[in-house]
């Protein structure tokens, strides 16, 4: 009976970028697309690598890359961005292929060069919500980077997206600031009833392999608790970023 190949899963940043109007840009000039498609994916491959990432993936004019870095993912993105204006400026607007781009930080499963699950479907999903020739970035990248770079952010709100179960808090860069904005974190209204946070279990047992049961256990009580209809839940991705951390309870 042939050994199964193991899983192998790890946490990235990952940015995702496409060109908005991809489609109508093909059926208006396909040479021309097609042409510049391939300079601009070679100046994106250019950056990606020189802020430590790795294409994954660029079928069409979509471009998938992952990083080890939420930092160098951003300051990538930027530098594409930039490097494109300058490319865009040159051509008349009609001509013009403005990307759009997603970064967010996520668990991945790794098949030989490939990755896939949610952390890439959201960048993908991100991406989608960004301005052309803009980058947007999710919740937990944003608590990442926010102290680290030397732009500011807008907070977006709440975004509800095809194939992901709850809404997505999304922050545009804002790249044409001449004076870095006062960092932006969402206004968050008090719910009208009791809630509860359920911080995530210590494994305590010293065995490694037993933190899959105290995360399960976590988890468990959290979607025994949203089943109380007077109670307020907080949600396990937030409850889940304070995993390994020693912070106080009014934190």
């Known amino acids: 009976m042939p050994k199964e190949q193991k899983i192998t899963r790890k946490l990235r940043a990952i940015l995702s970028a496409d060109v908005k109007g991809y489609s109508i840009l093909m059926a ?10 391939k300079e601009y994916r070679n100046i994106i491959s250019n950056c990606i690598n020189e802020y430590n990432g790795r294409v994954v993936d660029s079928p069409g004019d979509n471009i998938l890359a992952e990083f080890a870095s939420a930092v160098d993912a951003v300051q990538c993105a930027v530098e594409i961005q930039k490097q494109l ?33 949610d952390g890439v479907n959201i960048a993908a999903r991100i991406e989608g919500l960004a301005e052309p020739g803009g980058i947007c970035v999710s919740r937990n990248t944003y608590d990442h980077i926010k102290r680290k770079l030397g732009f500011g952010f807008e907070y977006m709100g709440e975004h509800p997206v095809k194939n992901i179960s709850e809404p997505l808090r999304v922050y545009k860069v804002l790249m044409d600031s001449d004076t870095p904005e006062p960092l932006v974190d969402e206004v968050l209204e008090l719910p009208d009833k009791p809630s509860v946070a359920v911080l995530p279990f210590m494994n305590m ?42 912070v106080n309870v009014q934190q």
């Open 85 to 117: 204006k300058k490319e865009n400026d040159r051509l008349v607007e009609e001509k013009r292929l403005e990307f759009r781009i997603g970064v967010n930080i996520g668990d991945v499963v790794q098949d030989e060069d490939r990755i896939y699950g």
């Open 28 to 37: 208006d000039d396909e040479t021309f697309t097609i042409k510049t498609i």
């Open 205 to 246: 047992s010293g065995d490694p392999g037993q933190k899959y049961f105290s995360d399960g256990l976590t988890e468990q009580i959290i979607n025994g608790l949203c089943k109380v209809s007077n109670l307020f839940v907080i949600a396990r991705n937030s409850s889940f970023a304070y995993k390994g951390k020693s």
